[in-house]
């Protein structure tokens, strides 16, 4: 839960890099809120009312934590613009984010794997 709330906080943060940890954490607790809400909304009828709040809220740091994961491995967060493509793009994205992260100092910052005692 850590890590969720690491990337809620720095929900505007385009600048930087996320290690892998950080970015499928996220994306774990993300799935895992977005099913309880969809079995929710489907026993009180809502209509996909919460998921769809619940998607609005959480655009901006899914967008910023994607980034952030693209500048880990060395690219560009213009990356995530391939997701566009149906099929194909998600599954590059899906490669790009399970990569490792580049060693050392990138143009994006320094290795979050050395900040955090790896």
Not at 15 to 20: E, L
Not at 45 to 72: C, E, F, K, M, N
Not at 95 to 103: I, M, W
Request: with cysteine.
């Amino acid at each position: 839960m850590q890590w969720y709330l690491k990337v809620l906080k720095n929900y505007v943060g385009f600048q930087g890099r996320a290690s892998r940890q950080e970015y499928w954490m996220f994306v774990l607790v993300n799935v895992i809120i977005s099913i309880v809400l969809s079995i929710i909304d489907t026993m009180a009828d809502l209509s996909s009312v919460l998921t769809g709040i619940y998607s609005l809220l959480i655009l901006l740091p899914s967008l910023a934590v994607g980034v952030r994961r693209l500048h880990d491995t060395g690219r560009s967060g213009w990356w995530l613009l391939i997701s566009l493509i149906p099929l194909i793009g998600s599954i590059i994205l899906i490669v790009f984010a399970c990569q490792d992260s580049q060693e050392g100092d990138n143009q994006y910052g320094p290795n979050p794997k050395r900040s955090v005692g790896y």
